[in-house]
């Protein structure tokens, strides 16, 4: 018989006569009735049995006591059933409910004397996804079912005691030696003395005595297993809002915190780490005598900062200057708090990484990154445990993917972990991270017990507690004696919870908005500053912090309750109120302030590039004509809207990061020719023509420019379709990959009214009604660009349904290209491979294009986050409806647009990035005191390829901060132009420490700008 059969044999055998396993189970659906009283005629199964679907069943058998077990008198002892379920089953005996529990945490004493000829009908209630009676959650998911149910006799003490302690031994060295690639001998010869005869025939002694002759064969392992080492690491996951509101996080903050410090006392070795600035600050300024309590603990070196984020944020949605500041206000916390200088980036558990993260994580001083979602995957396995992760830039840091993050210390579990870490990176150590996670909870007393009685264990590696910080160091160095950990260059594309891109939709706008809103207060209100008005510092910080609350990874990807979702709308709405007066206010001081009807009008632009675009102004009376500083009259045009009437009016050749003065003059504006044309079906203007059927989609969409139609030929483009969205569990986290399988067209008539129609703006409006849901869009065409905007409000009744919007266009390509966080990344077209496949839903921020033969085609949008382009077919998720976590999740009013842009070249060529900056960050206008003429530019930077992100106070007030990155993979230079003259200059990293002196002339700087790079500046002017 070969040796690992033998093993196999040998310890099933064992694990039956330590806990004999209860069989002849049958299956029945849960109709909320109670048990079945008959299991006649219902479904037989096997253990461990999955349950398919979010519902639960029920699980019957039958047990009798018997006489012996094997060759043993189990009679007059107890009798206990023990049971394992993936989520939370309940026990019923003989009709009558006992007990619940989840888990592995199954036990119930079924007699204090066993009789042999009892019987006992056993009836597992075994909760499904979706049982939230049960107990079970969406976060709560690992699968549904139930695994096994055994039966403990107390007779059999002694021997399950021994037995168990010798199949743990059994289990770590047959792992061991596998991947160590040797010992199998000693492990081979202490399998061969267990004498299963008297297991047989009954002799306790006999069985006892070959039990210990093979733990000491084994025990000659030790000495080889020593070689390998278990580091342990505690720490408590906590969702800042979750399947709960903040408050209640709040409490969950003090309590793990003081369930942590008083183990301390306890236990001196072992190590606690803990992520998030937020939480911190929580404790500093409701418990602060706690708080001091940490502060000791840090210095101690037993509490470990880690991450260096205000929060863990979702990894995906958020703009790459979000995620700086995360790491600026997480890092600048840490370090005026405790002095620590967090090198270590923490988020385990965020649904994907984006591809411009190690870039950030580098220049903030961050050089190591632990996670372990992608072991979530749904098709491929995460292939890497260690690994240098490589962005667009080539910033490369360390990156660590331990196991788990909610682990318990368990010696099946540490081996299978240190034997995985063997044979994938050849390393000789692993770290384990412990505790009870989501709800807090950290760190438990039977957790740290088994810890130490593993460190005693024979045979078994060595096993400490350390910081993760210097676990990875020593991994690092380990894998560099090797030859060099691999390198992986892209995303970190998780294969799961892809709706999160898209469910609580107002969120998601929220954010956009607030991001956009913030970045213009700096910039405009660092200009006032420079006339003398006072820099709103601590007041941005504020505006900041909350906005960066709210990317937590439950909170921004919308896989929250209501409550957590109206405390962030409730944020937001603070959000706008407060950044808009701060902004109010600093528009006011460089342009000054309108007293009574308008007469001028200032239109700023905050990018770092003159801009021509379209804005608008409200109005009373009129008709108005716009004049520039020499007279020029701007083309202009008079609408009226819901909120009043405004005058649109083509702002041309705006300056830099600066503005722009017109004059209104109270008479009728001058005839003019735009060639912007309209009619009952079609808008028309220099670049495009647009062509809509009778049932709202694009039956035509025409390049003027480039003389290509966009479309595919014969199909219609700006096709809405509904899904049926029932994924079966993790509702607002996923998409089932099937969910073609159940949609629809909307193709049905609609309501169709031409409502503008002048020189600078036409507008076709169609009016749809579906189900219980009703679908306006405007068709927007300005005089001035090729980009056709659908203007998009929805009144969204329906539940548990997914709206896409699909534009099949005339581009053949391999790849497409989406805007990530400070990055576009390309993704295969093609659905062939299983990691094509996988990816049928992405995430990306404002665009994502196609191009191919010198034409291409963006998708762009204001607040929509969820892609899928396979062939040809480009479609932009707009809306879900789930109903769990939150019953309510997107039911209401949105409104949101997307817009297609046709253009020459690729992505590059077309200028896709300002195209999408100038749909969510365009011109905008407000009425001022000023003259005309009154123009100016705060800086300028070029070539093309060039972005600003921020521009703001240094946070040590000394000078100004300029961010900017590159943005179409090619090395050169930065040129930078400022309205004033600089007496000074350095390149810093991104937490604005000095780290090269620059030498500017006059009000210019050159700066070298490697491709896809993020650089900052900090400025003095003179």
């Not at 993260?357 to 396995?381: E, S």
């Amino acid at each position: 018989m070969p040796e690992s059969t033998k093993l196999n044999k040998v310890r099933q055998l064992l694990t039956e006569l330590a806990s004999p396993a209860v069989t002849n189970w049958r299956t029945a659906p849960d109709d909320g009735s109670g048990p079945p009283t008959d299991a006649k005629g219902l479904s037989p199964v096997s253990l461990p049995c999955p349950l398919e679907g979010g519902d639960s069943a029920w699980f019957l058998a039958r047990l009798i006591i018997p006489e012996r077990h094997f060759g043993f008198d189990v009679a007059n002892g107890p009798v206990t059933l023990k049971w394992s379920a993936r989520q939370f089953a309940e026990a019923h005996i003989g009709g009558r409910f006992v007990v619940r529990k989840r888990g592995d945490a199954g036990y119930l004493p079924l007699s204090e004397s066993a009789r042999p000829g009892d019987v006992y009908y056993l009836a597992m209630r075994v909760a499904g996804h979706g049982d939230r009676q049960g107990g079970t959650s969406e976060g709560s998911d690992t699968g549904s079912g139930l695994n096994w149910v055994r039966v403990e006799y107390g007779a059999l003490e002694e021997i399950r005691t021994a037995v168990n302690d010798l199949l743990e031994r059994l289990f770590v060295c047959e792992r061991l030696t596998v991947a160590a690639g040797t010992g199998s001998m000693a492990l081979d010869q202490a399998v061969s003395g267990i004498d299963l005869s008297a297991i047989e025939r009954g002799d306790k002694a006999a069985v006892l005595a070959s039990v210990s002759a093979a733990n000491d064969a084994l025990a000659g392992l030790d000495d080889l297993f020593k070689r390998y080492s278990i580091c342990l690491t505690a720490n408590a996951h906590i969702d800042m809002a979750w399947l709960w509101d903040r408050e209640e996080t709040k409490q969950v903050c003090h309590d793990t915190f003081r369930s942590v410090l008083n183990l301390m006392n306890e236990y001196p070795d072992f190590i606690f780490s803990q992520s998030q600035a937020a939480a911190f600050a929580w404790v500093e300024e409701y418990w602060p005598e706690m708080f001091e309590e940490i502060r000791a603990r840090v210095a101690e070196g037993r509490w470990e900062i880690v991450g260096g984020m205000w929060v863990e944020p979702d990894c995906n949605l958020p703009s790459g200057e979000s995620f700086v500041r995360q790491v600026v206000y997480g890092k600048r916390y840490f370090m005026e708090k405790f002095g620590v200088d967090v090198t270590l980036g923490w988020n385990p558990d965020s649904f994907g990484y984006n591809y411009g993260m190690p870039q950030v994580y580098k220049k903030c001083g961050i050089n190591a990154f632990l996670t372990q979602k992608l072991t979530w995957n749904d098709t491929n396995v995460w292939p890497l445990r260690a690994f240098w992760w490589e962005s667009a830039d080539d910033s490369r840091i360390f990156s660590y993917f331990p196991t788990d993050y909610t682990g318990k210390v368990l010696s099946n579990g540490l081996i299978q972990d240190l034997a995985f870490m063997m044979t994938a990176t050849g390393a000789k150590r692993t770290c384990h991270l412990f505790g009870i996670g989501d709800h807090g909870g950290g760190p438990t007393r039977d957790m740290l017990d088994r810890a130490d009685k593993l460190s005693a264990l024979q045979p078994f590696p060595r096993v400490r507690h350390q910081r993760m910080r210097d676990f990875i160091d020593e991994l690092q160095a380990e894998l560099e004696d090797k030859g060099g950990a691999p390198v992986y260059r892209g995303e970190l594309y998780l294969e799961y919870h892809r709706g999160t891109f898209t469910s609580q939709a107002a969120i998601k706008k929220c954010n956009r908005d607030a991001e956009r809103l913030l970045r213009r207060l700096e910039i405009f209100a660092t200009a006032a500053a420079r006339l003398g008005a006072a820099y709103p510092a601590e007041a941005i910080d504020g505006l900041w912090k909350t906005t960066l609350f709210n990317q937590f990874h439950d909170i921004l990807p919308g896989s929250c309750i209501g409550a957590a979702a109206q405390d962030a709308a409730e944020d937001y709405a603070g959000i706008r109120a407060q950044g808009s007066a701060l902004l109010g206010a600093a528009l006011d001081t460089l342009t000054g302030k309108a007293d009574g009807a308008p007469a001028s009008v200032a239109v700023f632009n905050g990018m770092n590039y003159r801009r021509t675009g379209v804005v608008t102004i409200p109005v009373s009376g009129g008709p108005y004509k716009v004049l520039d500083s020499d007279g020029r009259e701007a083309t202009c045009q008079t609408v009226t809207e819901k909120d009043g009437t405004k005058l649109l009016f083509l702002a041309e050749d705006v300056p830099a990061t600066g503005w722009k003065t017109y004059r209104l003059e109270t008479s009728a504006p001058s005839e003019a020719d735009t060639g912007l044309r309209a009619g009952g079906n079609f808008l028309e203007n220099q670049f495009v023509r647009v062509e809509i059927a009778g049932d709202g989609t694009f039956s035509r969409v025409y390049d003027k420019a480039n003389a290509r139609e966009v479309l595919a030929p014969g199909v219609n483009g700006n096709v809405l379709q509904a899904f049926v969205d029932t994924p079966g569990k993790w509702e607002a986290w996923e998409i089932a990959r099937d969910f073609e399988a159940n949609g629809e067209d909307l193709r049905g008539p609609v309501e169709m009214e031409l409502v503008e129609s002048g020189p600078v703006r036409a507008r076709i409006r169609t009016t749809r009604r579906w189900s219980k849901s009703t679908f306006v869009q405007d068709i927007t065409l300005t005089a001035d660009s090729p980009r056709v905007d659908v203007v998009t409000h929805v009144d969204w009744q329906d539940r548990q349904r997914l709206l896409k919007v699909l534009f099949p266009v005339n581009v053949k390509s391999d790849v497409a290209t989406y805007e990530v966080p400070y990055s576009a990344i390309e993704r295969s077209t093609r659905n062939e491979t299983t990691f094509e496949q996988a990816q049928f839903e992405v995430p990306a921020l404002q665009w994502a294009d196609m191009s191919a033969d010198g034409f291409g085609v963006a998708l762009m949008n204001d607040c929509k986050h969820g892609y899928d382009i396979k062939g040809n077919r480009m479609r932009l998720t707009l809306l879900r409806s789930p109903n769990s976590p939150d019953p309510n999740c997107d039911k209401g009013e949105h409104t949101f647009t997307y817009s297609l842009y046709p253009h020459a070249g690729d992505r590059r060529e077309g200028q896709i990035y300002r195209a999408a900056t100038d749909l969510n960050d365009p011109l905008f206008a407000r009425a001022c005191s000023h003259m005309s003429g009154d123009t100016a530019s705060i800086v300028e930077i070029g070539p093309d390829n060039v972005l600003l992100s921020a521009m703001k106070l240094a946070d040590d007030g000394d000078g100004v901060i300029v961010r900017f990155f590159e943005t179409d993979d090619r090395d050169g230079e930065a040129l930078l132009t400022f309205g004033a003259s600089v007496s000074a200059a350095w390149e810093t990293d991104m937490l604005e420490h000095n780290e090269k002196a620059l030498t500017p002339n006059g009000n210019t700087l050159r700066v070298p700008l490697g491709h896809n790079e993020v650089k900052t500046l900090r400025v003095r002017f003179a």
